[in-house]
């Protein structure tokens, strides 16, 4: 059936209820109908417990059915849905959830709490598989992953209309800014849906008609399987997959099909160039590439062409977004020099729960500053160069981690590696790299000259690290981000 004349998953499940909407962790597979009466069955539930327009419903969920079915009845109903990450301890899930005055919690069983329902069954049971009345959109309110404080939920003004009011909107922005459209295609979650691109692309997946194929972790050998076995079209990644993809042996990387793949898009961290260039050589033109925060969405995008004719890139404003590049002082600098962006939308404002200071101190009157520095090329490309936070500043010069740490990656004997200020007396700060080898590779003193010389022609010499340690495993989130805060702590505490 031609679903590109449907607005979105509640009407193409009507109208096609056979369509396999869900392939699941165990390769449990849900149909379109299936998946919608489930759907209206939570959302009668979540209204028979006294939830009304505004309220907040939590989940600590894994991926799974689940977790997707939470998302589209919230997404009905006019509810806040807050997904928590099950990795966080007790005290933190409590402080989110006493934060966002959340009236209903939903649990897997391995993460059950106190007052928590266990999975969707009971919030189902005895309800009408029909529509709930007076439908109206939720949203979801993701909480930020607060690597400098106590994590902010990130809350949209509710948008006031019947969910299938937004899709010609998502429909469009999600055709413009990554080449998806409506029909059968599939989409690959290899991230947890805790996280906001995850969880948005399974949204944008189910509206769109696509059949999505769940996940519970990201392993590359697996992740090739899927891709192969049902002919997935489109995912979303993260810049450390690909490398740890591309550390496969290369008769393991040809034994599977990746023809069908279509559009791969990444976001959350930069990627280096090279390995960018090499998952391109490996699996064709496919990488989409936007930039951007909880906060602010999708603000800047890149096709694979653009990006091929501008390696490094993360691309140009997205459609309704402007940006600019300030300095600390606020005057707008010219193309190709380094600053802060700030980034402005038509499409909405935000604002961080309970805390207007907060939301205050992240804009510069309509613009936002995700906290990031880069800088526009004449033709209004942006370049990252590094979180503000994360900038090393040695001998009066500044320098960015995320550099360094992509001409170490190029080297076959690095797994993982973090860049990080060490502060020093004579020059403010020294660059020291903490390498993870890769796997069957000897740290030392050969293999720091190795690559401190494969370093030379690749970046300057006053970047080059000072000191390199060896770790056998770096902190990452699930989604692939590095906290070099973290990890600098754990450094000059240990010192």
Same mark, same amino acid.
């Given at each position: ?9 509640? #009407?193409? #499940? ?53 977790? $997707? ?20 301890? @007790? ?7 006493? @934060? ?37 959109? *939720? ?38 800014? $990554? ?9 690959? $979650? ?30 590359? $050998? ?30 393991? +990387? ?7 793949? +279509? ?18 050589? %490996? ?38 977004? /402007?940006?600019?590049?300030? @300095? ?32 205050? #101190?992240?804009? +510069?009157?309509? %613009? ?8 526009? @090329? ?36 690095? #797994? ?10 004579? %020059? ?10 890769? /796997? ?15 370093? *030379? ?31 600098? /702590? ?6």
């Amino acid at each position: 059936m031609d679903v590109s004349e449907l607005p979105g998953f509640y #009407a193409i #499940a009507a109208a096609d209820p056979d369509r396999l909407a869900v392939i699941d962790t165990d390769g449990a597979e849900t149909t379109y109908g299936r998946l919608l009466a489930r759907v209206n069955q939570v959302s009668h539930g979540l209204r028979a417990r006294g939830l009304t327009t505004g309220d907040v419903v939590a989940g600590v969920l894994p991926n799974g059915i689940d977790a $997707v079915v939470m998302i589209m009845a919230t997404g009905q109903i006019g509810l806040y849905y807050v997904p928590i990450n099950w990795h966080l301890t @007790d005290p933190e899930v409590a402080y989110i959830l006493d @934060d966002c005055d959340a009236k209903i919690v939903v649990t897997g069983p391995d993460y059950a709490r106190p007052g928590a329902e266990i999975g969707t069954d009971r919030l189902a049971e005895g309800q009408p598989a029909d529509a709930p009345e007076d439908r109206t959109a *939720g949203a979801v309110m993701w909480y930020t992953s607060g690597t400098t404080g106590f994590p902010k939920g990130v809350q949209r003004p509710l948008p006031g209309a019947a969910p299938e009011g937004l899709v010609p909107l998502y429909t469009w922005f999600l055709g413009e800014v $990554v080449d998806l459209r409506p029909g059968d295609e599939v989409h690959l $979650v290899t991230s947890p849906m805790y996280h906001s691109a995850p969880c948005a692309h399974t949204q944008f997946a189910l509206h769109l008609g696509h059949t999505v194929v769940i996940t519970p972790r990201f392993e590359p $050998v697996n992740i090739l399987e899927l891709v192969e076995r049902y002919r997935v079209s489109n995912a979303m990644m993260v810049p450390t997959m690909f490398h740890r993809m591309l550390q496969l042996p290369e008769d393991v +990387r040809g034994k599977f099909d990746v023809s069908s793949l +279509r559009q791969v898009i990444h976001t959350a961290a930069a990627c280096p160039v090279a390995v960018k260039q090499q998952i391109m050589d %490996w699996w064709g033109p496919v990488l989409y590439e936007y930039y951007g925060s909880t906060e602010s969405a999708i603000a800047f995008a890149v096709k694979p062409h653009e990006w091929l004719a501008r390696p490094g890139t993360v691309g140009r404003p997205a459609p309704t977004f /402007e940006a600019k590049i300030l @300095d600390e002082a606020g005057m707008e600098l010219p193309p190709r020099e380094p600053g802060l962006i700030y980034v402005k939308s038509s499409l909405g404002s935000f604002e961080y729960r309970k805390d207007p200071a907060k939301t205050a #101190a992240s804009m +510069r009157g309509e %613009w936002y500053a995700p906290g990031d520095i880069g800088f526009l @090329d004449e033709d209004g490309y942006l370049f990252l160069c590094d979180r503000r936070t994360d900038l090393i500043v040695s001998g009066g010069v500044n320098i960015y981690p995320a550099e360094i740490e992509a001409a170490l990656l190029e080297h076959p004997a690095v #797994a993982d590696v973090a860049v990080i200020g060490v502060p020093d007396e004579e %020059w403010g700060h020294n660059v020291v790299a903490l390498v993870q080898p890769a /796997e069957g590779i000897e740290p030392g003193p050969e293999l720091t000259a190795e690559l401190l010389e494969h370093c *030379g022609p690749r970046i300057a010499k006053f970047k080059h690290p000072k000191v390199v340690e060896y770790r056998s495993r770096l902190p990452r989130t699930p989604t692939g981000k590095l906290s070099r805060s973290k990890v600098r /702590e754990t450094y000059l505490a240990e010192l």
